[in-house]
Nanobody, 120 residues
Framework: QLQLVESGGGLVQPGGSLRLSCTAS????????IGWFRQAPGKEREGVSC????????NYAGSEKGRFTISRDNAQNTVYLQMNSLKPDDTAVYYC?????????????WGQGTQVTVSS
């Protein structure tokens, strides 16, 4: 059974950093694209970043450019999202999702999410 598990969320002060992990079980991530998404209370889900099976990555939202970095470690079957200079607006539930095509669309498998709260 394909499963994605996010971890690494928590409470952090503005300006702080977190590294989120997305670990797969039941399949290997090598040929999948993995995307990170987030949903804040009362808002729609939005894309944050995506890494293709080739390792090429894209940050979706302009505000994340330069602050968020996505990476993958196929040996660990894990994709990471390093988040620096966090702002209160980054508060949300963060989800990872897998796209079998290897490209950043048509995400078919989703994790349960991890809460990130940025507050002083």
């Amino acid at each position: 059974q394909l499963q994605l598990v996010e971890s690494g969320g928590g409470l952090v002060q503005p300006g702080g950093s977190l590294r989120l992990s997305c670990t797969a079980s039941g399949f290997t991530l090598d040929n999948y694209a993995i995307g990170w998404f987030r949903q804040a209370p009362g808002k729609e889900r939005e894309g944050v970043s995506c890494i293709r099976s080739t390792g090429a990555s894209t940050n979706y939202a302009g505000s994340e450019k330069g602050r968020f970095t996505i990476s993958r470690d196929n040996a660990q079957n894990t994709v990471y999202l390093q988040m620096n200079s966090l702002k209160p607006d980054d508060t949300a539930v963060y989800y990872c999702a897998a796209a079998r095509s290897g490209f950043c669309f048509d995400f078919g498998s989703w994790g349960q999410g991890t809460q990130v709260t940025v507050s002083s």
